[in-house]
T-cell receptor
């Protein structure tokens, strides 16, 4: 059975701190890894990664994939209160399966 | 706004009842997904449709069924409801339903079974 595990479960930081979120996976026939941000309701797309070692960057957020060690990290630098959310990692595999991890809840305090 | 529309936003019903959740995908998207999110389970994949046909099935209970209509909107039917079915139900859409596409999520239907 495909498995996606995120860590930590939750964390509390202060504005300006840097956070690193982890996502490890065990899936058959990996296709892609996606990061989503969920604030109040609908998850919103952040990144999609398909190749190892290539960093994707958007403003203060960046992510990288290691297909050999089967994990990805999401970094948020200079955190702001608006970064408070649940961050979800999802892995796409053959057979159109997309498996989500349990998420990491991030709280950024002023 | 993702462009995916879900109705209703909230639904309160009793055990044993049947409800229908509705989803309109983003314009141009052919594939629709249904997910269930409860506090202790995270986002659980239920079922995927592509252009009216079922494409993939996840942990969907036999009491639940779904379909995608010719106009590409989708409905998720939940019957013989139990307390444990209380959750946030999301619909998402993508262009072709491939696993290397990003999903666009609707705002969800919050189902409360009392």
């Amino acid at each position: 059975e495909d498995k996606v595990v995120q860590s930590p479960l939750s964390l509390v930081v202060h504005e300006g701190d840097t956070v690193t979120l982890n996502c490890s996976y065990e899936v058959t026939n990996f296709r892609s890894l996606l990061w989503y941000k969920q604030e109040k309701k609908a998850p919103t797309f952040l990144f999609m990664l398909t190749s190892s070692g290539i960093e994707k960057k958007s403003g203060r957020l960046s992510s990288i994939l290691d297909k050999k060690e089967l994990f990805s990290i999401l970094n948020i630098t200079a955190t702001q209160t608006g970064d408070s959310a649940v961050y979800l990692c999802a892995v796409g595999a053959a057979g159109n399966k997309l498996t989500f991890g349990g998420g990491t809840r991030v709280l950024v305090k002023p | 706004d993702s462009g995916v529309t879900q109705t209703p936003k909230h639904l309160i019903t009793a055990t044993g009842q049947r409800v229908t959740l509705r989803c309109s995908p983003r314009s141009g998207d052919l594939s629709v997904y249904w997910y269930q999110q409860s506090l202790d389970q995270g986002l659980q994949f239920l079922i995927q449709y592509y252009n009216g046909e079922e494409r993939a099935k996840g942990n969907i209970l036999e009491r639940f069924s779904a379909q995608q209509f010719p106009d590409l909107h989708s409905e998720l039917n939940l019957s013989s409801l139990e307390l444990g079915d209380s959750a946030l139900y999301f619909c998402a859409s993508s262009a072709q339903g491939a696993t290397n596409e990003k999903l666009f999520f609707g705002s969800g239907t919050q189902l409360s079974v009392l």
